[in-house]
């Protein structure tokens, strides 16, 4: 699968574009558990394999069940984790505000409950999302919360970041609950329309190398999950 990823109008070639389909089955795929599921929007191309969680915010105005990528325990801002939301300004203590990119804006909805957190500060739950300003300023968006953050700032240089509450306070709110069957576009921006996809939960033996952001405590998570050298086996 080719996707193009630069437009202009002088010429030009753009290289290292080919997407290789992989097999992401070991086992049978017809023996395995799965579920039709619904992928909220914003999260642009979620690719097979992903690690998936689910939004498990308190009301129903949101995106609250839909699913959404999952956010491994550990990162240092140069791995690719479409749950996240990093900020593009520091997450100030006491403030009821957080400000993102236009793009990842679209990634929450007014009624998620948020959640913040970086590599050297515990996550917090800011509770549900109010406002999500996109039109005072271009080049961010300003998203408002219930709950002030605590008395230490979340900074960039820490990797700083928001997401959708999605899991318990001791996995930094997002907990695993399946592997993304195929690839599925949720779309970017203000047009992202969310996705329906298949969830696979058990039954199955899958290639842990074709795995995305499935970690430790994803596998801890699933419960049922055993990683055997190449493999990944969810009974």
Not at 5 to 29: A, E, H, M
Not at 132 to 140: A, F
């Amino acid at each position: 699968m080719a996707r193009i990823i630069r437009q202009g109008d002088t010429p030009f070639v753009v290289g290292n574009q080919q997407k290789d389909y992989k097999q992401l089955y070991y086992s049978n795929p017809e023996a395995a558990l799965k579920v039709p599921v619904t992928l909220q929007s914003g999260y642009g191309l979620v690719e097979q394999g992903t690690a998936l969680s689910r939004n498990l915010s308190a009301g129903s105005a949101g995106g609250r069940h839909q699913l959404l990528p999952y956010c491994p325990t550990t990162f240092d801002g140069t791995e690719k984790h479409a749950g996240r939301a990093y900020l593009v300004a520091d997450g100030a203590a006491l403030g009821n505000v957080v400000y993102v990119t236009q793009d990842d804006s679209y990634k929450f909805k007014v009624g998620d409950d948020l959640i913040i957190n970086d590599n050297t500060t515990a996550a917090e739950n800011l509770g549900v999302i109010s406002v999500i300003d996109r039109t005072s300023e271009l080049h961010r968006a300003q998203i408002t919360f219930a709950t002030a953050i605590g008395a230490v700032a979340y900074v960039t240089t820490s990797q700083a970041y928001v997401m959708v509450e999605a899991g318990v306070g001791a996995n930094n709110y997002s907990d695993c609950v399946g592997i993304l069957e195929k690839s599925v576009n949720t779309g970017i921006g203000e047009d992202a329309a969310g996705a329906l996809a298949t969830l696979i939960l058990g039954n199955v033996v899958l290639y842990e190398g074709l795995l995305t952001g499935f970690d430790a405590a994803a596998m801890v998570d699933l419960a049922t999950a055993t990683s055997f050298g190449q493999y990944v086996y969810i009974r």
